[in-house]
Antibody, heavy 114, light 112 residues
Framework: EVQLVESGGGLVQPGRSLKLSCVAS????????MNWIRQAPGKGLEWVAY????????YYAETVKGRFTISRDNAKNTLYLQMTSLRSEDTALYYC???????WGQGVMVTVSS | DIVMTQAPLSVSVTPGESASISCRSS???????????VYWYLQKPGKSPQLLIY???NLASGVPDRFSGSGSETDFTLKISRVEAEDVGIYYC?????????FGSGTKLEIK
């Protein structure tokens, strides 16, 4: 069974940093590109970042470019999202999802507030 | 960025009846390889989104065949036949042709 389990969320002040993790199991993680997709409270889905299977290709949404960094450790079957200079508008439920979003984690909440 | 426009915003359906949700993209989602990169997802209340349809008309694993997808290069339809109570939630179309991936704003399906 495919599982994606996110962690690392929480309440953080504006301007601070936070690092999310997503541990994958049930499939060959190193063969697949991965995404971070977020959903602000009561809102729709917003794609955040993508990383290819071997980390050669990385893309970001304009809203996070320069502040967020996506990375992965294939030996640990883990996807990361390093978030810096956080803003209130980054408050959302963050999902990790497989390359064509056929598998999603349960999401981890990030709240940016003073 | 490719804009995905969904309609209607919400739909109320009697169990056993059919429902259709439309999605339009601002650019053709037909790749030169012949694949149309539109996907449909359902987010049930309090849950993560789940894939229903991939590449416009292919049913994802475990999804009932009451769900079907169709369309052209820019206009797409998700049809739900014989709606059941478990189908309630928000339906999103998404394009995976190019980055940034973009999604429609969602269609809320309710049961009458």
């Amino acid at each position: 069974e495919v599982q994606l389990v996110e962690s690392g969320g929480g309440l953080v002040q504006p301007g601070r940093s936070l690092k999310l993790s997503c541990v994958a199991s049930g499939f060959t993680f190193s063969n697949y590109g991965m995404n971070w997709i977020r959903q602000a409270p009561g809102k729709g889905l917003e794609w955040v970042a993508y990383i290819s299977s071997g980390s050669s290709y990385i893309y970001y949404a304009e809203t996070v470019k320069g502040r967020f960094t996506i990375s992965r450790d294939n030996a640990k079957n883990t996807l990361y999202l390093q978030m810096t200079s956080l803003r209130s508008e980054d408050t959302a439920l963050y999902y990790c999802a497989s390359d064509v979003a056929d598998y999603w984690g349960q999401g981890v909440m990030v709240t940016v507030s003073s | 960025d490719i804009v995905m426009t969904q309609a209607p915003l919400s739909v109320s359906v009697t169990p056993g009846e059919s429902a259709s949700i439309s999605c339009r993209s601002s650019k053709s989602l037909l790749h030169s390889n012949g694949i149309t990169y539109v996907y449909w997802y359902l987010q049930k209340p309090g849950k993560s989104p789940q894939l229903l349809i991939y590449r416009m008309s292919n049913l994802a694993s475990g999804v009932p065949d009451r769900f079907s997808g169709s369309g052209s290069e820019t206009d797409f339809t998700l049809k739900i036949s014989r709606v059941e109570a478990e189908d309630v939630g928000i339906y999103y179309c998404g394009q995976l042709l190019e980055n940034p991936l973009t999604f429609g704003s969602g269609t809320k399906l309710e049961i009458k």
